[in-house]
């Protein structure tokens, strides 16, 4: 509670953050994509192949099809449905939110980035390195804004930051998934430390200290 209340009051200082570290291109928000009924009977045996025109305020202005399900109506409705979704916008080299271009796949159950992840972690890995608290707090005002009171566990930041201290510090998989459960919770308590130190750096000097509260409070860490 007291971690919502302090995000409330502290919202107003972070919304007038003017950009994050860049550059990164569009990003799916992915607690704001919510199944849908229609696309869903198409399962994940047919995808479309879809490239979306991203404005700066993480709206899709165009979407065109690079290559097609085979099914007409899978076509259109995965067209319908990434048409209405809102996203993290592209960054400049100086994290300025610019147009940007996004490639994905649909299926039945959603949109999402193809190929492997190997580089997507690499260049994210750099970036968070280089990020300070109020880098951090505008990426997450802006997926805050975008999906509501949905959890940010599945989010591309947070899971990358604490992949990061998995990798960094050997954390066996046991652990790394009780850590994964809690996400959230760090994630909102990260918050708070970087509204109110804004220049400390995010991943060294707010999220890191974080997962080893968490992780006493979980009894996975001596205190």
């Known amino acids: 509670m007291r971690y919502q209340i302090a995000l409330i009051t502290l919202s107003l200082a ?8 860049g550059p990164s291109e569009p990003r799916l928000v992915r607690g704001s994509l919510h199944q849908d009924a229609q696309l869903s009977r198409h399962g994940d045996d047919r995808r479309v192949r879809l490239e979306l025109s991203v ?18 109506s899978l076509d259109r409705l995965a067209t319908d449905y990434v048409s209405k979704i809102h996203l993290v916008p592209a960054l400049d080299a100086h994290g300025a939110p610019v147009a940007g271009i996004l490639e994905v796949l649909v299926d039945g159950y959603g949109p ?29 005002e802006v997926m805050r804004q975008i999906m509501g009171d949905g959890s940010m566990a599945r989010e591309r930041l947070l899971r990358t930051s604490l992949q990061m201290f998995a990798d960094r510090n050997r954390i066996k998989s046991a652990v790394r998934f009780q850590l ?35 992780m006493r409070r979980l009894g996975l860490e001596k205190p």
């Open 112 to 140: 999402y980035l193809p190929g492997p992840g190997r580089d997507r972690y690499g260049k994210e890995l750099e970036r968070i390195d280089r990020m300070r608290c109020q880098d951090f707090v505008w990426e997450y």
């Open 14 to 21: 972070a919304s007038t953050a003017a950009a994050q570290t």
């Open 180 to 214: 994964e459960a809690n996400l959230d919770i760090t994630a909102r308590a990260s918050a708070v430390q970087c509204y109110q130190r804004p220049e400390e750096a995010y991943w060294q000097g707010v999220f890191v200290p974080m997962v080893h509260a968490q």
């Open 55 to 72: 404005t700066a305020d993480g709206n899709v202005s165009d979407v065109r099809r690079l290559e097609s399900s085979g099914v007409p």
